[in-house]
């Protein structure tokens, strides 16, 4: 689309739609509804939520030099299978737009209601610090200095490229009024330890080993392993944070974990074995159960 300058902005987004409905790398869900998947892409590239695309495609407005050319290269991925995030180069995420690649997770739906507790469990009492285990793009970490009331926030992750993103969303984001987020290396509490924290948060890898052939191609393939997958049958990262999740808390403080639906109660009964109180089990926006939270007991 060299000469896309001479183009509208509508004439590019059919061609989108019509090459994403006729993909062989995509799912055959992505392809059924190659309409909407075509407008977030060229939204995407353009900086544009989906209603001011809209807004724009009135009157048939001509797209500006590079701009077809942007869209273009991000089609290109989109249709070899890279995920929409990825090939935008970002991902929305509460009140962010975080930027994504392939060292990192993309950022789900599902982790804002975790976000959410959170805040929520942190709220009556101010200050304090807030970890995150397994920060990923830092949407997590950036969400609760952006919304929370904390002292500061601690974020770790056992990638170094998956901090730099990080660092780099940090830097984004941040601004004077937020509390200060410090990045750390190292895999579970490791880096924490000799901290106390009012709340700890954490997206951990949970997916078994085994799963890996019913995932989705977008996310086997295109995904780091690392941030995907625990041993255990997916249990071993729960079964790290909820052993020493209660030397790094306050008395009274929080554990608010991402559940897999399908290991929610073993999660849950390990928590109480552990010693938490107040042990529940919350639903995402489908109605799945995806939100561990627990407090450390007050000695």
């Known amino acids: 689309m060299t000469d896309g300058h001479r183009m509208t902005l ?27 998947e075509g407008r977030l892409l060229v939204a995407g590239v353009l900086d544009l939520s989906p209603g001011e695309l809209a807004t724009r495609l009135v009157g048939h407005p001509a797209l500006g030099p590079g701009e077809a050319d942007a869209i273009e290269l991000a089609l290109m991925r989109r249709l070899r299978g890279e995920p929409l995030a990825y090939a935008v180069g970002h991902a929305p ?43 990923g ?20 992750d056992v990638s170094d490229d998956a901090l730099a993103v990080a660092a780099h969303n940090a830097r984004r984001v941040l601004a004077d009024g937020h509390p200060p987020v410090e990045f750390r290396l190292g895999s579970d509490l490791a880096p924490v330890q000799g901290l106390r924290a ?77 010693g938490y109180e107040e042990v529940q089990v919350l639903q995402d926006y489908a109605r799945r159960d995806r939100v561990l939270v627990a407090r450390a007991p007050v000695r």
């Open 93 to 135: 995420f509460r009140d962010l737009v975080l930027q994504v690649d392939r060292r990192v997770l993309i950022p789900r739906p599902e982790t804002e209601v975790v976000v959410g507790e959170a805040l929520r469990r942190a709220a009556p009492t101010p200050g304090g610090v807030a970890v995150d285990i397994g920060t």
């Open 198 to 274: 009012r709340v700890i948060v954490a997206n951990p890898p949970y997916i078994a080993y085994e799963e890996a052939p019913m995932l989705p191609r977008s996310v086997r393939d295109w995904e780091p392993t690392v941030a995907l997958f625990a041993a255990q049958q997916g249990m071993a990262r729960y079964e790290s944070l909820l052993s020493g999740a209660q030397a790094i808390l306050e008395p009274g403080g929080w554990l608010v974990l991402e559940l897999d639906a399908n290991r929610a109660a073993r999660t849950a009964n390990l928590a109480a074995a552990r």
């Open 10 to 36: 509508r004439d590019v987004v059919r061609r989108v739609v019509a090459l994403v409905a006729d993909a062989p790398a995509l799912e055959p869900e992505v392809r059924g509804d190659a309409e909407r």
């Open 137 to 156: 793009s830092g949407a997590i970490a950036l969400s609760l200095a952006t919304e929370g009331a904390f002292e500061r926030v601690v974020a770790t």
